[in-house]
């Protein structure tokens, strides 16, 4: 019998929101390294990871209205390789620290910040992701 696909096949795109819109531009263009491959006004996006996925950053002035102000909701874990040195860059950029590293269980260490916009953005080492990255690529 056949597996049946989940209706949740991946991450499309994660959407953070930013009153200065042009500010969150430049923090971000300067994380990544890279600027954003796609621009209209109110919105910008980047595509950034392993399989790039799609980082949207929306004017404030089209946030839901039931959205609460301030950090809040879920937090979205990018991998990295070394936590340590990927939360102390992210603070030394400015980031406010939301959660310190914290080591989850074997091969699973986390943290995150708030950035300058008020949005949660965090890091993670995570050993599925490597296992899963790597039988894409066997």
């Known amino acids: ?13 994660i ?7 042009d500010a969150a531009k430049e923090w971000y263009t300067e994380l990544f390294g ?11 996006e980047f595509r950034i990871g392993d399989y790039q996925h799609e980082f949207g950053i929306i004017d404030a002035a089209y946030a839901p209205k039931a959205m609460a102000p301030g950090p809040g909701g879920s937090v979205t874990y990018w991998h990295v390789d070394d936590v340590d040195a990927a939360f102390a860059r ?11 590293v914290t080591k989850r269980g074997e091969g699973f260490v986390t943290a995150s910040v708030i ?11 995570n050993a599925h992701y490597l296992a899963v990255l790597a039988a894409k690529k066997a």
């Open 115 to 125: 950035d300058p916009f008020g949005n949660i953005l965090g890091v993670m080492y």
């Open 1 to 13: 019998m056949p597996k049946t696909q989940h209706p949740l096949r991946g991450l499309a795109n």
């Open 15 to 21: 959407s953070f929101y930013a009153a200065d819109l």
């Open 90 to 100: 992210l603070l030394a950029h400015g980031g406010k620290e939301y959660e310190p």
């Open 34 to 44: 890279v600027k954003p491959y796609f621009e209209v006004p109110g919105y910008i």
